[in-house]
């Protein structure tokens, strides 16, 4: 096993901010023509003026629905120590500003970040799969933590600014760098895995999502695979074996490179194999063989799918050489953010209300996995099970047979009461029995409106849906209800 340098990086006082970038590592990192007086070195990367603090980088990103050269100003205003502007389209409010003029600013973050990259001490770690790519994310860096410093994407940047500006942000002496990588098309992993060029690649699982922009799921096996076009020489991939992609996934990593595959989960051959688990009302209790050891572990969390993918985690760090016992004990603290299987108590009438938000996104993967979790909860006195779901989105064709499908798991899960949102849900709706029919709406707003009257005490009420069908609104509202939001 390989061991890396373990790098602590220190403050100099108390309230001092270690500098991120010199003034000329940064300038020559992203290039460009310079203005202004650039005097102060880069504390911190910044394509968004609400979270700018002083001394960050400005890079005026072109969005979608926005344009980053018209926060500019306000960057500059607030303290930033830098802007960085596409040649000629900057319009300063009055004298000159610290600024880099750049062909293309997106380009100018990828620059910084492959610099990041290049200077970097530590291992990387490249994350990827139709499922689980973020809680996975979070649970590395739990994981590595007592193994020294540990940095990871913020939220779920995956996409081609979400990664370089993940790296931009990567400090030299970091001991573990962990980045998740997304895709919705063939052919977008490839240069963000060249950009990360990770050490571990892990490829949580490849699932019928996105099925909009592929013919089939051995496609999307494909696009997953991409990510071994970065993999270091030698470098390991971590694959799912109880997927039927395993083996095209392995011969895919080896072509590419990869010294070794591992293969973790349930199967019989899985190298990190999972021996039994116990999901409890607030955590998973898990007996796995971690590549020859036997260990028994906690998770903060209940959910099958939390336990498959810690397997790959626990792989990760026996790799790397660090401690698998001290690594497994951190995970007793892990807890997936808001959105992601977030699980909060309130009090409600005489009882308790439990609300599990799932509402960042949803697929058919992770419905399903949301909908096991939900069944194995246990309501109070007089609650129900309540499924509260949203569309899945980009499904393509097979959308609304998709959403229907899922009405015999819910009832296999003795789900009591489903609301839905949605033209797809309406599908799942109609396929229910009568008495498991809440309600149904064509969109999230209205369903927010009139779910939290009809909850009441000992109730377990699980919301889902994309982020696409806002059923992140019908969380508030439940929120709000409760005197919380």
Same mark, same amino acid.
């Given at each position: 096993?390989?061991?890396?340098?373990?790098?602590?990086?220190?403050?100099?006082?108390?309230?001092?901010?270690?500098?991120?970038?010199?003034?000329?590592?940064?300038?020559?990192?992203?290039?460009?023509?310079?203005?202004?007086?650039?005097?102060?070195?880069?504390?911190?990367?910044?394509?968004?003026?609400?979270?700018?603090?002083?001394?960050?980088?400005?890079?005026?990103?072109?969005?979608?629905?926005?344009?980053?050269?018209?926060?500019?100003?306000?960057?500059?205003?607030?303290?930033?120590?830098?802007?960085?502007?596409?040649?000629?389209?900057?319009?300063?409010?009055?004298g000159?500003?610290?600024?880099?003029?750049?062909?293309?600013?997106?380009?100018?973050?990828e620059?910084?970040?492959?610099?990041?990259r290049?200077?970097?001490?530590?291992?990387?770690?490249?994350?990827?799969?139709?499922?689980?790519?973020?809680?996975?994310?979070?649970?590395?860096?739990?994981?590595f933590?007592p193994?020294?410093t540990?940095?990871?994407?913020?939220?779920?940047?995956?996409?081609h600014?979400?990664?370089?500006?993940?790296?931009?942000?990567f400090?030299?002496?970091?001991?573990?760098?962990i980045?998740?990588?997304g895709?919705?098309?063939?052919?977008?992993?490839t240069?963000?895995?060249?950009?990360?060029?990770?050490?571990?690649?892990?490829?949580?699982?490849?699932?019928?999502?996105?099925?909009?922009?592929?013919?089939?799921?051995?496609?999307?096996a494909?696009?997953?695979?991409?990510?071994?076009?970065?993999?270091?020489?030698?470098?390991?991939?971590?694959?799912?074996?109880?997927n039927?992609?395993?083996?095209?996934l392995?011969?895919?990593?080896r072509?590419?490179?990869?010294?070794?595959?591992?293969?973790?989960?349930?199967?019989?051959?899985?190298d990190?194999?999972?021996?039994?688990?116990?999901?409890?009302?607030?955590?998973?209790?898990?007996?796995?063989?971690?590549?020859?050891?036997?260990?028994?572990?906690?998770?903060?969390?209940?959910?099958?799918?939390f336990?498959?993918?810690?397997?790959?985690?626990?792989?990760?760090?026996?790799?790397?050489?660090?401690?698998?016992?001290?690594?497994?004990?951190?995970?007793?603290?892990?807890?997936?953010?808001?959105?992601?299987?977030?699980?909060?108590?309130?009090?409600?009438?005489?009882?308790?209300?439990?609300?599990?938000?799932?509402?960042?996104?949803?697929?058919?993967?992770?419905?399903?996995?949301?909908?096991?979790?939900?069944?194995? !909860?246990?309501?109070g006195?007089?609650?129900?099970?309540?499924?509260?779901?949203?569309?899945?989105?980009?499904?393509?064709?097979?959308?609304?047979?998709?959403?229907?499908?899922?009405?015999?798991?819910?009832?296999?899960?003795?789900?009591?009461?489903?609301?839905?949102?949605?033209?797809?849900?309406? !599908?799942?709706?109609? !396929?229910?029995?009568?008495?498991?029919?809440?309600?149904?709406?064509?969109?999230?707003?209205p369903?927010?409106?009139?779910?939290?009257?009809?909850?009441?005490?000992?109730?377990?009420?699980?919301?889902?849906?994309?982020?696409?069908?806002?059923?992140?609104?019908?969380?508030?509202?439940?929120?709000?209800?409760?005197?919380?939001?």
């Amino acid at each position: 096993m390989m061991r890396w340098p373990r790098c602590r990086w220190k403050w100099t006082g108390v309230g001092d901010v270690q500098p991120l970038w010199s003034r000329d590592a940064f300038a020559k990192a992203v290039g460009g023509t310079l203005t202004g007086t650039f005097e102060s070195p880069v504390t911190g990367i910044s394509i968004d003026t609400r979270t700018l603090s002083a001394g960050d980088a400005f890079f005026a990103i072109q969005g979608d629905n926005f344009n980053g050269h018209e926060f500019a100003d306000a960057a500059i205003e607030k303290g930033a120590a830098i802007a960085v502007c596409r040649t000629g389209h900057f319009s300063a409010g009055s004298g000159p500003v610290p600024r880099l003029d750049v062909e293309d600013v997106l380009r100018g973050l990828e620059y910084l970040g492959r610099a990041a990259r290049a200077r970097c001490k530590g291992r990387v770690i490249g994350v990827t799969g139709s499922v689980g790519k973020t809680s996975t994310k979070d649970i590395l860096r739990v994981a590595f933590k007592p193994s020294g410093t540990v940095h990871a994407s913020a939220a779920s940047y995956n996409n081609h600014w979400g990664v370089p500006l993940s790296l931009a942000r990567f400090r030299e002496d970091v001991a573990t760098g962990i980045f998740e990588i997304g895709m919705n098309h063939p052919g977008e992993i490839t240069p963000l895995s060249r950009m990360v060029r990770p050490d571990i690649a892990i490829i949580t699982t490849v699932e019928a999502v996105h099925m909009e922009a592929f013919n089939s799921v051995e496609e999307i096996a494909a696009a997953k695979a991409e990510i071994f076009d970065g993999l270091q020489s030698g470098g390991t991939a971590i694959l799912n074996r109880d997927n039927p992609h395993f083996a095209y996934l392995a011969d895919r990593a080896r072509s590419a490179g990869a010294g070794q595959v591992i293969g973790f989960g349930s199967n019989e051959a899985a190298d990190v194999q999972v021996v039994d688990s116990y999901l409890k009302a607030d955590c998973s209790v898990v007996n796995a063989n971690i590549l020859g050891a036997n260990l028994v572990y906690k998770i903060g969390s209940p959910g099958q799918h939390f336990v498959m993918n810690s397997l790959a985690v626990l792989a990760a760090v026996k790799i790397a050489g660090e401690d698998v016992a001290a690594a497994a004990l951190a995970l007793a603290g892990w807890t997936p953010p808001k959105g992601r299987g977030f699980r909060r108590e309130f009090p409600l009438g005489t009882g308790i209300l439990t609300l599990i938000d799932e509402s960042y996104n949803a697929n058919p993967a992770s419905m399903r996995a949301a909908i096991t979790t939900l069944g194995q !909860a246990e309501p109070g006195p007089g609650g129900r099970r309540i499924a509260v779901l949203g569309d899945m989105l980009e499904l393509g064709e097979q959308s609304r047979v998709l959403h229907a499908s899922l009405h015999k798991l819910i009832a296999e899960s003795g789900v009591d009461l489903v609301f839905t949102a949605g033209s797809h849900m309406e !599908a799942l709706y109609d !396929a229910l029995p009568t008495e498991m029919r809440g309600g149904h709406e064509a969109e999230a707003a209205p369903l927010a409106a009139s779910l939290p009257g009809k909850l009441g005490p000992g109730d377990v009420v699980m919301v889902k849906g994309s982020n696409g069908s806002r059923m992140m609104d019908v969380v508030a509202a439940i929120e709000v209800w409760l005197g919380t939001g």
